[in-house]
């Protein structure tokens, strides 16, 4: 009912503002970082061998 659309605008608000938040920074860091150890373990498995 009336909470659960206080809840809706509460979540397009987050949505709008998470890339400025905390949270969406560290989402950020950490996909960067997964995808650069992807790569570095891609690389290093393929020149030892």
């Given at each position: 009912?009336?909470?659960?659309?206080?809840?809706?605008?509460?979540?397009?608000?987050?949505?709008?503002n998470?890339?400025?938040?905390?949270?969406?920074?560290?989402?950020?860091?950490?996909?960067?970082?997964?995808?650069?150890f992807?790569?570095?373990?891609?690389?290093?498995?393929?020149?030892l061998?």
């Amino acid at each position: 009912g009336l909470s659960g659309a206080i809840n809706g605008m509460a979540d397009t608000y987050w949505g709008k503002n998470k890339g400025r938040s905390l949270e969406g920074r560290l989402e950020k860091a950490t996909a960067v970082l997964v995808v650069l150890f992807i790569i570095l373990a891609v690389v290093l498995n393929t020149s030892l061998v």
